[in-house]
């Protein structure tokens, strides 16, 4: 059974940092594209990240390149989401998704974590 | 950026009737459209890929169609646990995969 364990939500001031994880399991972790979609409180679905699982490619939605990094280690099966320099616009619940692909950029999440909350305020 | 329009934003239905959503595209986008359920509190479900192919456990009565900008989603008799909000997203332009706005099925 595919499970997909996110943490490392919180509050944080607006220009702080936070990194989220995601644990995976069930699957060959290294061989999939991963990504993290996010939404806002009462709001739709939002990409944020991904990456390939040839672990050749990461890729970024334009809101959160250059403040956002993506990271995997294969060797623990987790995928991670490091946020710097984090707006109030980046508060909401951040899921981890894993990819029906193993490599390129992501194209359809066939399972997904239960999410893990951001609140940036002050 | 692709931009996916879902109709309607929300609507009401009995237990039993058809419920049909469609979504277009602001661009062909070929057969890359799949559909999402999303339970209130709940992280989203894969339910349709590739316009029209059922994803393994859902139910048959959930139906895609659809090629091209204008993609349908089908329930054919609504049930209870079908109460929910439904996201259609494409994956043809990718990156960035994008998303519809949703729509919100309620009860009558």
């Known amino acids: 059974e595919v499970q997909l364990v996110e943490s490392g939500g919180g509050l944080v001031q607006p220009g702080g940092s936070l990194r989220l994880s995601c644990v995976a399991s069930?699957?060959?972790?290294?061989?999939?594209?991963m990504s993290w979609v996010r939404q806002a409180p009462g709001k739709g679905l939002e990409w944020v990240s991904g990456f390939s699982g040839s672990g050749s490619g990461t890729y970024y939605a334009d809101s959160v390149k250059g403040r956002f990094s993506i990271s995997r280690d294969n060797s623990k099966n987790t995928l991670y989401l490091q946020m710097n320099n984090v707006r109030a616009e980046d508060t909401a619940m951040y899921y981890c998704?894993?990819?029906?692909?193993?490599?390129?950029?992501?194209?359809?999440?066939?399972?997904w974590g239960q999410g893990t909350l951001v609140t940036v305020s002050s | 950026d692709i931009q996916l329009t879902q109709s309607p934003s929300s609507l009401s239905a009995s237990v039993g009737d058809r419920v049909t959503i469609t979504c277009r595209a602001s661009?062909?986008?070929?057969?890359?459209l799949n559909w999402y359920q999303q339970k209130s509190g709940k992280a989203p479900r894969l339910l349709i890929y590739a316009a029209s192919s059922l994803q393994s456990g859902v139910p048959s009565r959930f139906s895609g169609s659809g090629s091209g900008t204008d993609f349908t989603l089908t329930i054919s008799s609504l049930q209870p646990e079908d109460f929910a909000t439904y996201y259609c997203h494409q994956s043809y332009y990718s990156p960035p995969p994008t998303f519809g706005g949703g729509t919100k099925v309620e009860i009558k």
């Open positions: 069930g699957f060959t972790f290294s061989s999939y594209v």
């Open positions: 661009q062909s986008i070929s057969s890359y």
């Open positions: 998704a894993k990819d029906f692909s193993v490599a390129g950029p992501p194209t359809l999440f066939d399972y």
